[in-house]
């Protein structure tokens, strides 16, 4: 996470990996505690306003627009000025909306840009200087609501039951989570910070992913991933996942080294909410994704890849590559198939005592509502180990009826997920009692469910499966798609976590986490070890510009790999980081786009696509001057050669 | 779904347009909250309550931040695109995807320009400006918004389907040797024979030039002329083009030519389509009143039929009655901009126009308001600027000096207009430093104010207005069709196959060029054409549209790039390569090195020669910085290949075409 932070702290501290993340986590726990006015106001050029306003408070003319501001950044702006932003910018924004029928999305200012998100009466906007790409502003915030989101379900629901303070701590502080990683590049393309794989045993992050494969062997276990002082070494998840898991991540860090730590607080867990597509693609199975690659074109393809762990994906050149992942997938699935028959017979047979013991106590749904409550209310004191404590008894007295119970909800749950995340891609924006779903749901009758028919009970089960949805998502506004809440596990070894997301019902069976608990302990600690030796940053590798500067770009796992070093060459001004902002976006405009060079004075550079990768290349020295006009012997038009040949080394291949 | 909205600060409509969409989705809007009779006031009153929330947030965000908006974009993708000129706020939107925000801002930009065309330095005061577009009278604000919304539209055409107001340059037909007898024509025989003539009412001819469509045959300039600048030229081209629309994209040249007419103008047509086989007698001089009226008036219906709005049945204006428009001139000690010319435009044929340009015998007046403007400009400047004692010493000095200045030419004026200004001039006499701001500005608004009176206000119906003679008006249009007689339908071919890729069969795999030289303004290309009736190199219909659209998002998307300050671009899109270059020589024509190009803001004027002369006054200014006394010329070439070629011969292909394309001799078809 320390991704904002070493930007900061980055100009003071030599080595960028170790003590830029502890100082991050310095700066973080600085944040929360309240003295942030001059580390917020250094990052204010970079993202200069960011501001939830809800205009269902100011209604009647008395109400003043300030009763309306429920999250303001920077903090210390006057409150004389924070009411004329979000006046003017939600009045002109509900204009526009209005004559267009659409919500407004982009807002520009002559010195600054604004992403909007306008959902019912809420207004977010997130400003930023002029010279960053509109694109990456509006992904920041869109990862900045989904954040929200994610730890604490609706919005609207969050802002009944918490106070005001209370959220605006938690927008803060994902709000500084999200402000641009280490460089300029990171920036622009909103990637995830990865350990540098060139510097790391192969074998360790093999090891990592085998880790989190094992811990899947429990079937409540969904996915997880490792980190390392804020760096992902292994990841099961989308990057927008693996983002939001590392949030809470680095939080528990700081919490563990301000904390004397025991081995109690090595474990810990809470609540988050997936959308419901992000659960179904979790709780389908590999030769399910497989099986649905094919109908839900494109975007579920890079998300099977990602599944694999990725470090091995990333290593591994092509043909070995594919030899070497059969191993360690069959196991997987074998691992998975135990558990989906299991919960499929619990759908089969106890249909009957289902449909009894739902309306007594269905345990994971209806709990959840006094749940929640149950949860965000302790952490307002940040009370994580009572929280958790508070939740697990909870759980042990209500949902430990029966473990028929369990099971009978579980299917339930799975069920309902799957068919409501029938419609893959358009999942965000998923509807309760949309038509699309109820298609959706007769197709995975159809291919899933046969058994279900011809038992006689296909019918009440699908009922069941689409009834439980309104008290999940009890949400006044139809318009956000409901969450579903699952377990976040972290296991934490020193500077390594391993993150699970697991279902609700994990934590209550003790048995499964024992299991994991143990059979990871060991792997884990041998891990850190290793992890620890390797020398955070290559002698000689930064400061020493090479005859050429690079950047390589994986759009599926979001992972950047450059030689740019990530501080003081990273600046924005640098001609190298212009002219790649300028192509990424391009790159995003123009779908058939595959390279490019641009020249100007200073630079040439050359930028390639392909569908899974963008990379940047620049040739340092050669002889740049010229007349501009047209000539074949130009250096400019060596570059996409030169880049081929130096690329390789990087593991980059262009061909 | 396109609009372009110019409002005052208080929200007050002072021009709009609308497509047809756009006026739908409004009234559907108002409709919903109130129910009303359409009309013309209706909607201008429904677009105005529609905008009211923006444009009053636009100023309150000048007034307390300091910042304005540049643009909205919503997620069904409209954009708008403001901005502020003086105290008018310019809106442009777009609903339907044909429009980017670098296009909306362009249409702004563009539509300033019309309207500097249009008024004059009116335009510098707000005040003034404001009364002149917003016409208290509803039948003449009619027609003037009429005019405007014509202009807009012949220009929204050009630029979506004519190569040269694609990139903003002048295209020439080429065909030397013509060319070159038509300006000895336009020279020894018209130009000479008018500016003797007792006829021009003092009137003299500048500037004659004959169009064929967009594309200029020839230019002559008279001796004592100043060059006209191309952005001034472009926008003469728009406003001909207003006057006499040709439907380049429909009409096939010959016989079929009254068939895409009007009934109304047919006879007119008719009488040239068997032009060629016919004996000569049958073409001389018939061109009457009466003729002249049915084609303008034809040209006018088909605007207005196409028109958003009601049609309010406007006159047509005096065919003869010249427009008066205020262009640029260079004169020894600097550039004087808005200077009233007259403007005749004497239709040959359709599609062929004659276009005279006249300098009116009060323009030396324009100069002088000029000077004085500027005097007070600075003054005012200076004032603001410095401390108040010294700025008060210094701003003594030049009072004095402009007082006397003013006060020596109005008394040799001799105008009752002027008089008021005396007044005025007197007024301060006994000033203090803070009342010496306000009556700076005073004075210009009356400078400008009196500018008005000399060269907006309409004489009276009653007295003759300043012209050259009808008859010597159409004593020019017969020669000139005389002269032209036998090129004709070889003209109108001719300006749809300028030039052919044909031509250039050694470039295999070349599918498209423009070069453009900007120091002259003037573009090359082969010709587009997309119609399903004529059949070009590319094929027709879908395929050469296809190539068409490449083409105009790559001059698009090259721009983004040089506004960033990148001024060679590759790009390989699809199964294209398309190249991009931007380069510099000295009038030897001698390579200059590559310099640091200028980087612009995402709000700054768009680039291009109609609006603003991106080239000339930002980038050759910066270049030159580092050229001093060295006269710099600036080229563009864009390419388009086949993906297939390699690499190193599409580069040889544009390093030849960049040599080659400005030497008539090596140009296969010059």
């Known amino acids: ?655 | 779904m396109k609009c372009l909205l110019i409002a005052s600060e208080s929200a007050e409509v002072l021009f709009y347009w609308t497509d047809p969409e756009f006026q739908q989705n409004i009234q559907q809007q108002y409709g919903s909250s109130q129910e009303e009779g359409q009309g013309l006031p209706a909607f201008e009153d429904s677009i105005s309550t529609l905008f009211a929330p923006i444009i009053i947030s636009c100023s309150t965000m000048v007034d307390r931040l300091g910042d304005s908006y540049t643009s909205f974009t919503t997620e069904n993708n409209h954009i708008y695109v403001l901005h502020q000129f003086d105290e008018c706020l310019y809106i442009a939107v777009n609903g339907d995807g044909e429009e980017g925000e670098d296009a909306l801002r362009r249409k702004i930009y563009v539509m300033k320009k019309m309207i500097e065309v249009r008024f004059g330095m009116v335009t510098l005061s707000s005040n003034l400006l404001r009364r002149e577009l917003r016409p208290q009278d509803t039948e003449q604000r009619a027609r003037l918004w009429k005019h405007l919304q014509g202009l807009l539209e012949t220009y929204s055409h050009l630029r979506e389907n004519d190569q040269s107001f694609l990139v903003e340059a002048v295209e020439r037909l080429i065909h030397p040797t013509l060319c070159e007898q038509c300006i000895e024509f336009l020279e020894r025989r018209l130009v000479q024979q008018l500016n003797s003539s007792a006829e021009r009412a003092g009137e003299e001819v500048l500037h004659a030039f004959i169009l064929v469509h967009t594309k200029l045959l020839a230019f002559y300039s008279s001796r004592n002329a100043s060059s006209l600048a191309t952005s001034d030229l472009l926008a003469l081209i728009i406003m001909a083009q207003n006057m006499y629309p040709s439907n380049v994209d429909q009409d096939d040249p010959g016989p079929e030519v009254g068939k895409f007419q009007k009934p109304r103008t047919r006879h007119h047509h008719k009488m040239f389509s068997t032009s060629g086989s016919g004996p000569e007698s049958f073409y001389t001089p018939e061109p009457s009143p009466t003729d002249r009226d049915s084609s303008s008036s034809g040209g006018l219906c088909r605007r207005m039929a196409e028109d958003s709005l009601q049609a309010l049945e406007v006159p047509p204006p005096d065919p003869s009655t010249p427009r008066r428009v205020f262009l640029e001139i260079s004169g020894k000690d600097g550039l004087y901009p808005m200077m009233p010319h007259s403007l005749y435009c004497l239709p040959l044929w359709p599609g062929i126009t004659l276009v005279l340009l006249t300098k009116i015998p009060t323009s030396a007046v324009a100069l002088s308001v000029y000077k004085f403007l500027e005097a007070f400009a600075k003054l005012e400047k200076c004032l603001n600027g410095g401390q108040e004692g010294s700025a008060a010493a210094r701003g003594q000095l030049a009072i004095h000096d402009i007082r006397s200045k003013l006060d020596k030419f109005i008394k040799a004026s001799q105008q009752n207009c002027w008089m008021i200004l005396l007044n005025s001039l007197r007024s301060c006499l006994y000033f203090y430093f803070y009342s010496l701001i306000p009556w700076c500005k005073n004075m210009k608004t009356q400078l400008c104010g009196i500018y008005r009176q000399c060269f907006l206000i309409d004489s009276g119906p009653g007295d003759f207005p300043q012209r050259l003679s009808p008859r010597l008006q159409e004593r020019a249009q017969t020669m000139a069709q005389e002269k032209l007689m036998d090129w004709k339908d070889f003209l109108l071919v001719k300006s749809k196959r300028n030039i052919t890729m044909v031509s250039y069969p050694d470039f295999p795999g070349l599918i498209h060029f423009i070069c453009v030289d900007r120091s002259t303004g003037q573009m090359i290309a082969p010709s587009l054409s997309t119609t399903e009736r004529t059949t070009s190199e590319l094929g027709k219909g879908p395929v050469a549209q296809f190539i068409k659209n490449k083409v105009w998002s790559l001059v698009s998307t090259t721009r983004n790039f040089l506004r960033k300050g990148y001024s060679t671009v590759t790009l390989r899109d699809g199964d294209f390569y398309f190249c991009y270059f931007l380069w510099f020589e000295n009038e030897m024509g001698y390579k200059l090195e590559a310099g640091d190009i200028p980087l612009l803001p995402d709000d700054s004027a768009p680039i291009g020669m109609l609006a603003w002369d991106y080239y000339s006054r930002k980038l050759l200014r910066y270049y030159s910085k580092n050229h001093q006394g060295e006269v710099v010329r600036c080229y563009e070439l864009l390419t388009v290949h086949l993906g297939v070629i390699p690499t190193e011969i599409i580069l040889q292909h544009c390093r030849q075409l960049a040599s080659k394309l400005w030497e008539p001799s090596r140009n296969p078809l010059l």
């Open chain 1, 1 to 655: 996470m320390h991704g904002p932070c070493t930007g900061l702290f980055g100009q003071c501290l030599v080595p960028p990996v170790d003590s830029s993340f502890d100082a991050a986590i310095g700066f973080q726990s600085r944040a929360r505690s309240g003295s942030t006015s001059q580390a917020l106001l250094n990052r204010a050029s970079r993202c200069s306003y960011f501001f939830l306003y809800d205009g269902s408070k100011v209604k009647g003319e008395g109400d003043r627009t300030r009763e309306g501001i429920c999250y303001f950044y920077p903090e210390e702006t006057p409150v004389d000025k924070q009411e004329l932003l979000c006046g003017q910018l939600a009045g002109v924004g509900r204009c526009v909306s209005e004559l267009s029928s659409s919500p407004v999305r982009i807002l520009r200012l002559r010195r600054n840009k604004y992403a909007i998100r306008m959902e019912g009466h809420f207004f977010w906007a997130l400003g930023c200087s002029a010279d960053v790409p509109i694109a990456s502003v509006c992904e920041r915030l869109d990862q900045l609501i989904d954040l929200f989101c994610f730890y604490s379900d609706s919005v609207r629901q969050s802002y009944q039951l918490n106070s005001q303070e209370t959220l605006s701590a938690r927008w803060a502080q994902y709000f500084l989570h999200l402000q641009p990683g280490s460089s300029e590049l990171h920036r622009i393309f909103s990637c995830l910070r990865t350990i540098d794989s060139t510097n790391v045993d192969p074998l360790l992050l093999l090891k990592a992913a085998l880790i989190l494969q094992a811990c899947q062997r429990c079937p409540l276990v969904l996915a997880g991933c490792i980190l390392f002082r804020g760096r992902v070494v292994s990841t099961q998840m989308s990057p927008e996942l693996t983002m939001k898991v590392m949030v809470h991540e680095s939080e528990t860090y700081a919490k563990a080294q301000s904390s004397s730590s025991s081995l109690d607080a090595a474990v810990s867990s809470i609540t988050v909410f997936l959308t419901t597509s992000e659960l179904q693609y979790l709780q389908s199975a590999p030769v399910h994704k497989d099986l649905s690659s094919h109908s839900t074109p494109h975007r579920d393809a890079p998300q099977k890849k990602t599944r694999l762990s990725r470090t091995l994906s990333e290593m591994a050149s092509t043909e070995s590559d594919s030899s070497d992942l059969g191993p360690p997938q069959s196991p997987h699935k074998m691992s998975f198939s135990p558990c989906l028959s299991e919960s499929d017979n619990s759908v089969f047979s106890p249909a009957p005592s289902q449909s009894t013991a739902d309306p007594l106590n269905p345990p994971p749904q209806s709990p959840e509502p006094p749940f929640s409550n149950g949860r965000h209310s302790p952490e307002a004191e940040e009370e994580e180990a009572l929280d958790e404590s508070c939740y697990q008894s909870f759980h042990s007295n209500g949902g430990g009826d029966s473990q028929v119970h369990h099971e009978g909800g579980g299917s339930a749950f799975d069920e309902r997920s799957s068919l409501n995340g029938g419609d893959g891609d358009a999942a965000r924006d998923f509807r309760v009692g949309d038509s699309g779903n109820e298609e959706s749901h007769d197709d995975e009758d159809d291919g899933a469910a046969v058994g279900n028919r011809e038992g006689g009970c296909g019918s009440a089960q699908g009922d069941q499966g689409e009834d439980p949805l309104p008290p999940y998502g009890g949400f006044e506004n139809p318009e956000e798609s409901p969450r579903i809440p699952m377990m976040l596990y972290l296991h934490r070894v020193k500077g390594l976590v391993l993150a699970l997301l697991t279902d609700p019902r994990f934590l209550s069976d003790e048995a499964s986490m024992e299991e994991v608990y143990h059979s990871s302990l060991a792997s884990l600690n041998g891990l850190e070890a290793h992890l620890g030796t390797v020398p955070p940053v290559p002698p000689g590798a930064p400061g020493a510009p090479g005859p050429y500067i690079f950047a390589h770009f994986d759009c599926i796992q979001s992972t950047l790999t450059t030689n740019l070093s990530g501080r003081p060459g990273g600046a924005p001004e640098h001609p190298f980081v212009r002219a790649t902002s300028l192509l990424h976006s391009h790159f995003c405009n123009t779908k058939t786009l595959q390279e490019a060079i641009i020249r100007s004075a200073g630079a040439a550079v050359y930028g390639t696509r392909s569908v899974a990768h963008e990379t940047y290349f620049q040739q340092h020295g050669g002889s740049l001057r010229n007349s501009g006009i047209p000539n074949h012997q130009d250096s400019a038009f060596s570059l996409p050669g030169k880049a081929r040949h130096r690329l390789l080394k990087h593991g980059v291949n262009l061909l």
